[in-house]
């Protein structure tokens, strides 16, 4: 089996029917660039930059940091590298950085809501990720986007940092894309309208479900509610897709299920662009991809949406999968 996968290496990832997605690797340092390589990512899809900030005594310096983008981004050799702003909060704390007692932390102060509250620590990233731009292909990502005013001023952050480096005669790239992690049920119900205003979107289902189902991600005792065939969620993912289609913009999604051999016959029957999930499940996503049709898919999804819990769309990709 393994021998049979290498061969896919090189190989574009496609459906018979001729739609070419992106898949991409998660990554957490610039180390694991070298493990996506080996098995063959077409980019990065999400590079989690918190455990830059986590492993260290002290706010990394915009010098470190540029040095950790332009190590992936020079890694990757020119491919799509998706950047993510800074994501702490809800259970990703900083030693030096004190943060009150909330009763409720992952709907508290965190990732974005944090970076524009705290502006010198957002302005820092900022300035590191676009310093290193010239290096290769970045896209920049917010995590954690709930609303239209909070997109519009994370993009002036970043319009304000590009004006501060033109004044000192720094470089960077123009072609910097912008996007957003959709993880928020409020972000996916008006992504018709945020659509307008990013180059992409991103789809977090690891917080996606945990914030529509009202299921806590790490509470073993109620995991039995967090699901990611939830029909709730799923009708989310189409919607989302579709707005921003209509808008002309691509969509991909990086959470855990974007890896799930039983997720993906949907997540294309959708239309998604990209798949971005851990190295290891890259080339058997390519295998499947590549043995199906979109047309099919099209269908396989409109059949699911049609049933009603989890259990059922499970039993259904379980007979499919099985069927191949
Ligand atoms: C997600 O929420 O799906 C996601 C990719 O982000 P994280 O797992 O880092 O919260
Ligand atoms: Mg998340």
């Known amino acids: 089996d393994k021998k049979a996968l290498a061969l896919l290496k090189g190989q574009e990832s496609r459906t018979i029917d001729g739609k070419r997605v992106e898949l991409a690797g998660n990554i957490g340092t610039p180390d694991d660039?070298?493990?996506?390589?080996?098995?063959?990512?077409?980019?990065?899809?999400?590079?989690?930059?918190?455990?830059l900030y986590m492993n260290n005594d002290e706010f990394p310096s915009e010098e470190i940091q540029y040095e950790a983008y332009k190590k992936v981004l020079e890694g990757m050799d020119g491919k799509p590298v998706v950047i993510r702003t800074l994501d702490i909060g809800?259970?990703?704390?900083?030693?030096y950085f004190e943060m009150d007692e909330e009763m409720n932390p992952f709907l508290g102060y965190r990732a974005i809501r944090l970076c524009l509250d705290k502006t010198d620590i957002f302005r820092t990233q900022l300035?590191?990720?676009y310093r290193a731009?010239?290096?290769g292909k970045l896209r920049i990502m917010f995590p954690m986007i709930s609303s239209l005013e909070e997109l519009l001023a994370a993009k002036e952050m970043c319009?304000?940092?590009?004006?501060?480096?033109?004044?000192?005669?720094?470089?960077?790239?123009?072609?910097?894309?912008?996007?957003?992690m959709i993880e928020i049920p409020s972000a996916a119900v008006i992504s018709d309208i945020l659509a307008k205003h990013v180059d992409f979107f991103s789809i977090g289902t690891n917080d996606l479900i945990q914030y529509t189902c009202a299921v806590d991600r790490m509470n073993q005792k109620i995991s039995y509610l967090y699901n990611q065939f939830n029909p709730a969620v799923l009708r989310l993912i189409k919607l989302v897709i579709k707005n921003a289609h209509q808008e002309g913009k691509w969509v991909g999604m990086c959470g855990e299920a974007a890896g799930d051999q039983k997720m993906i016959p949907i997540l294309l029957g959708f239309g998604l662009d990209e798949f971005s999930m851990s190295p290891i499940s890259i080339l058997r996503a390519r295998r499947l991809i590549n043995s199906v049709t979109e047309a099919d898919?099209?269908?396989?999804?409109?059949?699911?949406?049609?049933l009603g819990t989890a259990k059922e769309i499970e039993a259904y990709m379980d007979k499919f999968i099985e069927s191949k």
């Open 159 to 180: 319009q304000k940092v590009k004006d501060e480096l033109k004044a000192e005669a720094i470089a960077y790239s123009e072609d910097v894309e912008l996007g957003m």
């Open 127 to 129: 300035r590191a990720l």
């Open 297 to 306: 898919m099209k269908k396989l999804s409109d059949e699911v949406l049609v």
């Open 33 to 51: 660039v070298e493990g996506l390589i080996k098995n063959d990512a077409e980019g990065v899809g999400l590079y989690r930059t918190e455990f």
């Open 133 to 135: 731009s010239v290096y």
């Open 90 to 95: 809800g259970d990703k704390k900083l030693s």
